[in-house]
């Protein structure tokens, strides 16, 4: 496969994990966090879910590093919980944004808490689909172990008295 179609699939993959993210974010809170009317045709839902996810992306990959510097000496206080903040942030700002995003405590007034709460939940949702998927960034090394007593050459295990 070529390097080119390989950082496409990769994004693809991360785009969709993003969007069912959002996608069970917006279930979970639904009566809080909003993409479309509900009675809006299915299509018309999917086209805002799928702008939502892909403007949510676009942010974590370009603006959440500045806001990550800038923020750097809290985050290093907290020791990382900052950026679940950071990532409230930038939900807000998808609000600001786009006009059929709607993040409110109320119906109507705009609500900080169920972003941060919207941002942890979409976190905890693409961390799991990340690991497992094997999208995410973490590798676990391993070894193959030595089989035991290799014929007497001296290298099996010791035992320290």
């Known amino acids: 496969m070529q390097p080119g179609s390989k950082k496409l699939l990769r994004f693809l993959q991360s785009w969709l994990i993003n969007t069912v993210a959002v996608m069970v974010t917006v279930i979970i809170l639904r009566d ?33 590093p500045i806001l990550w510097l800038i923020a750097l000496p809290l985050v290093l206080l907290t020791l990382g919980l900052f950026m679940f903040v950071i990532n409230a942030l930038l939900l807000s700002l998808l609000t600001l944004l786009l006009p059929f995003f709607h993040i409110t405590s109320d119906g109507v007034h705009f ?14 949702i693409s961390s799991a689909l990340n ?24 290298d099996g295990p010791v035992i320290d008295v």
């Open 32 to 64: 809080h966090i909003s993409y479309s009317n509900p009675q809006s045709p299915w299509l018309f839902q999917l086209k805002n879910l799928l702008e939502v996810s892909f403007l949510l992306g676009m942010l974590n990959a370009f603006v959440r």
């Open 111 to 124: 609500s900080f808490l169920y972003a941060f709460l919207g941002a942890l939940v979409i976190s905890l």
């Open 131 to 154: 690991l497992l998927t094997g999208g995410s960034r973490v590798s676990v090394p391993t070894r193959t172990p030595k089989k035991p007593g290799g014929g007497g050459s001296g």
